[in-house]
Structure formats: structure tokens, C-alpha cells
């Protein structure tokens, strides 16, 4: 343009395509004109070799860049090829945990998971082969005993006879019924980790239907049974997080072994402690009591004491219930001496909701 500096131009010389600038220059007063040239071609070409030597850098760059990527990612997943591989070999009996080799947080993570699940797979299938051995030695002789008295009634030929076995596979389906239930309850312990559901529960009402469900057996065994505390200030609102379940399993338990076991006078109590934040359940008996040498093994499975072994009716299951039922609620389970003259104080405590 007129004026301008400089100018800029493509035309044709020599048979190619050249492309120009012009620039306008004073100097001392005299005008020079700066005219700098070259073809297309060249031009071209300069281009090329500036992408080539720019680009070919880069480009190697990125396929290292893909090598360590592709071998940090190979690196990091071979614990994973790893827990598939052990995952799909592995026999369905084998529920040990698998082994976790160093690697990376998520999948540390999947294979923790995945033993946690074994462990509880584990446990539950513990359970149920524990809870069928329990059926099959348990309930054999009992099924065998009722069998011999119905065989032994149908042969004989005198009615009275066949009354008194009739009374005697009673009483003994009887013991077998409370048996197979503490089978089931133990059952039900064994898998309470899983199954536990907690809720806020006031406990005066749970005592109160636990007493009138007993009241007819009790009356039957010729026993004084009663509540105490249930309506005072201090304990008609005792709440607790438990499990409605677990705790009528611990007073059908605790009653029913003091109403086996126990005394003529049986009372369930309620307390609550404000200092400790506590309220407790006490199912207390007039018996002969459970002496201090053996409280803690008679919390064991399938032991008894002198009394039930003379007896003949229990399977030494009931207070081992109690107990995992406390544990799994994480109350505190205690035997004491009812009063100075003897019987037992079973007690159950739980933190105040």
C-alpha cells in the first residue's frame, strides 16, 4: 500500500511461484527499498523439515510414554491375574484366606474383601456342620428312647401299660422339643454376628411377657414366680439397644433352668443404675446354686451341673446360649449368690439407651 513500510507480493519468476517482501527504508534522506524472495518450494520444504525434526521428538516421547504405562499397568494388575487364577482354581471347600501380595490400594482392597467374605462364609459354614453334628449326637438316644417305649407299649397287651409308655414318650418328646430349641437358638448365636439387628428396646415389657409366658409352668412345678422393679420410677422406662430376639432367648433361658434347677420362690428383677448408666435383668432362685469353682464352666457348651447330670433333662446348652447371646449384645453376663443362704442371682447388664 502507498505510505506503508512494507509490501508483500506472489508472482510467477522463472517459470515458480515466488513470494515477496518489500520494505521501505530512509536512510540520511535517501529511500532504499529491502527486497527479500524465495519460491514456495523452498518455502515448503523449510516447513517440512521444521515438523520433521519438531514432531519426531514428540512422537518418540509418546511411545515411551506407552511402554511405561503399559508396563506400570501390567505391573500393578498381576496381583489381580493373580487372585483370579487362585480364585478360579481353588476347591469350594477351601475357605482360607488367599494370599495378598503387595500391590495397589484398590486392589489390597478387593482381596481384603474377598477374605472377609471367606471368613464369613467360613464361620457360617462352621456353624451349620457344628449345628448338624449337635442334631445328630443329641438327638439319637432321645429318638431311640421314644421308639423303644412306643414299641415296647404296642407289644404288651395291658392298657395301663400302654398309658404309662404314652406319658413317658410324652414327657420324653417333651425333652426332645427343649432340646432341638436350643439346638436352633445355639444355631441362631453362632450366626447372630450376621443376622443382628439392634433397636432401642424399653425391657420392662420384654420381663413382663418372659413372666406371663412362664406362669403356667411355673405353677405347674408348684413355684412362687414373680417380677420386681418393673413399674418403679427409676426402671418403667430402662431402655436398651439389643435385640428383641436375643434378649426373650436369654429369659427363656435363664428362667427356664432356674425353674428346672431351682428353688420354690423364682422372681425376675429390673434395675437401673443412673451412676453407671446401666440397667440389668437378675433371674433369681432359692435353689442350691451353682458353687463359685464352677460358674465359669457351666457358660460352656454341653456342660452340666451336678444337679442337671442327676436330673437328666438339660444338655448343658443353656447358659452357654445366654452368654454368646450377651456377647453378641454386648452385655455382661454374671452368676452370683442369690443372698447369704445360697440360691443363684443370674444377671444380665446392659448400657442404657
Known amino acids: 500500500e502507498p505510505g506503508e513500510p512494507w509490501a508483500y507480493d506472489?508472482?510467477?519468476?522463472?517459470?515458480?511461484?515466488?513470494?515477496?517482501?518489500?520494505?521501505?527504508?530512509?536512510?540520511?534522506?535517501?529511500?532504499?527499498?529491502?527486497?527479500?524472495?524465495?519460491?514456495?518450494?523452498?518455502?515448503?520444504?523449510?516447513?517440512?523439515?521444521?515438523?520433521?525434526?519438531?514432531?519426531l521428538p514428540l512422537l518418540v516421547l509418546l511411545v515411551g510414554l506407552a511402554l511405561w504405562l503399559w508396563r506400570g499397568i501390567e505391573r500393578d494388575l498381576a496381583p489381580l491375574g493373580k487372585l483370579q487364577a487362585a480364585l478360579t482354581h481353588r476347591d469350594a471347600k477351601d475357605l482360607s484366606p488367599l494370599p495378598l501380595a503387595p500391590s495397589t490400594?484398590?486392589?489390597?482392597?478387593?482381596?481384603?474383601?474377598?477374605?472377609q467374605l471367606f471368613e464369613r462364609l467360613g464361620r457360617s459354614v462352621r456353624a451349620q456342620q457344628e449345628f448338624a453334628g449337635n442334631v445328630a449326637h443329641e438327638l439319637r438316644t432321645p429318638l431311640a428312647g421314644i421308639r423303644a417305649l412306643a414299641d415296647y407299649g404296642i407289644t404288651h397287651p395291658d392298657p395301663l401299660i400302654w398309658h404309662a409308655q404314652l406319658r413317658q414318650i410324652t414327657a420324653a418328646a417333651a425333652r426332645t422339643g427343649r432340646l432341638v430349641n436350643q439346638l436352633l437358638d445355639l444355631a441362631r448365636a453362632d450366626e447372630g454376628e450376621t443376622a443382628l439387628r439392634r433397636e432401642r428396646l424399653l425391657l420392662a415389657p420384654l420381663v413382663q411377657q418372659a413372666v406371663m409366658r412362664h406362669?403356667?409352668?411355673?405353677?405347674?412345678?408348684?413355684?412362687?414366680?414373680?417380677?420386681?422393679?418393673l413399674d418403679d420410677p427409676g426402671t418403667a422406662e430402662a431402655a436398651a439397644w439389643a435385640d428383641a430376639a436375643l434378649v426373650d432367648g436369654i429369659l427363656n433361658n435363664l428362667i427356664d433352668n432356674a425353674l428346672r434347677y431351682g428353688g420354690r420362690t423364682l422372681?425376675?428383677?429390673?434395675?437401673?443404675?443412673?451412676?453407671?448408666?446401666?440397667?440389668?435383668?437378675?433371674?433369681?432362685?432359692?435353689?442350691?446354686?451353682?458353687?463359685?469353682?464352677v460358674r465359669r464352666a457351666m457358660l460352656q457348651r454341653w456342660a452340666q451341673g451336678l444337679d442337671g447330670e442327676n436330673l437328666g433333662q438339660g444338655a448343658g446348652l443353656g447358659l452357654s446360649i445366654v452368654a454368646r447371646y450377651a456377647e453378641l449384645l454386648g452385655a455382661h453376663l454374671s452368676l452370683d449368690d442369690a443372698d447369704a443362704q445360697g440360691g443363684l442371682r443370674a444377671s444380665i447388664t446392659f448400657a442404657a439407651a
Open 267 to 293: 422372681t425376675v428383677e429390673l434395675s437401673a443404675d443412673a451412676a453407671s448408666d446401666t440397667c440389668t435383668i437378675s433371674v433369681i432362685d432359692d435353689g442350691p446354686g451353682i458353687g463359685e469353682p
Open 215 to 229: 406362669l403356667d409352668k411355673a405353677d405347674a412345678h408348684g413355684v412362687d414366680f414373680g417380677a420386681r422393679g
Open 10 to 55: 506472489e508472482f510467477m519468476f522463472g517459470g515458480q511461484d515466488v513470494r515477496a517482501v518489500a520494505l521501505r527504508h530512509t536512510i540520511d534522506g535517501a529511500d532504499y527499498k529491502v527486497l527479500m524472495a524465495h519460491t514456495t518450494r523452498v518455502r515448503g520444504a523449510l516447513v517440512q523439515r521444521l515438523l520433521l525434526f519438531g514432531a
Open 105 to 115: 490400594r484398590e486392589i489390597e482392597e478387593v482381596g481384603q474383601a474377598v477374605n
